[in-house]
């Protein structure tokens, strides 16, 4: 991974906790799982494992401000390397008792192997775009999650002049609740 590369993960790195640290006690509800599906970002989808956290405050009765962050790491194939393409959403969303909906804008920093139409490379930058979640909790706090983002990206590049991301994971899901 190059110097761009290495900036992108490590700034992951320094937000992700601070999207999982409760601001306010006994209000919040935080999650987090690991999820599997696939990246697109050009014409070649690619295999995305997505660690992923968020934190729910109720704005009022049934309705949530949520903040979400989901780092998908596309593993290495022969043709190319390890990608990494890290989305931080802010969401408001809707809660069931045993099932939680959201939907917001969103932000992408990456780094990750694509095709163009004639040319295939590594793209990296900074995305914008717009985030849905939905989790069931099947079994007390533990349940399933589906993460889909959708992103503009490679407006600068030759491999990907401008395209659209799309980032579909889903897995299991642990949440915590302070009331």
């Keep these: 991974m190059g110097t761009r590369g290495r900036r992108i993960a490590g700034a992951a790195l320094v937000v992700l906790p601070l ?9 919040s509800e935080l999650s987090a799982g690991v999820s599997f599906g696939w990246l697109q970002a050009g014409t070649v989808p ?3 494992v997505g660690p992923h956290a968020g934190i729910s405050w109720p704005i009022q ?5 949520t903040v979400h962050d989901l780092c998908t790491i596309l593993p290495p194939t022969q043709e190319d390397g390890l990608g990494v393409y890290n989305q931080t ?11 939680n909906v959201s939907a ?29 979640q939905s989790s069931a909790y099947v ?3 533990l349940g399933v999650s589906v ?12 491999v990907l002049p401008g395209y659209v991301s799309v980032v579909v994971v889903a897995g299991p899901v642990l949440r915590w609740s302070a009331k």
């Design 61 to 65: 009765r049934n309705l949530l401000f």
């Design 46 to 48: 690619r295999l995305a």
């Design 147 to 158: 993460n889909a983002n959708v992103n503009w990206i490679g407006g600068g590049s030759l």
């Design 89 to 99: 959403s802010v969401d408001i969303g809707y809660a069931w008792k045993d099932v």
């Design 104 to 132: 917001g804008p969103s932000v992408a920093l990456y780094v990750v192997p694509a095709c163009g139409v004639t040319l295939c490379g590594r793209v990296g930058g900074l995305a914008v775009g717009g985030h849905a």
């Design 139 to 141: 079994a007390g706090p």
């Design 19 to 27: 999207v999982v640290v409760p601001a306010q006690a006994g209000a």
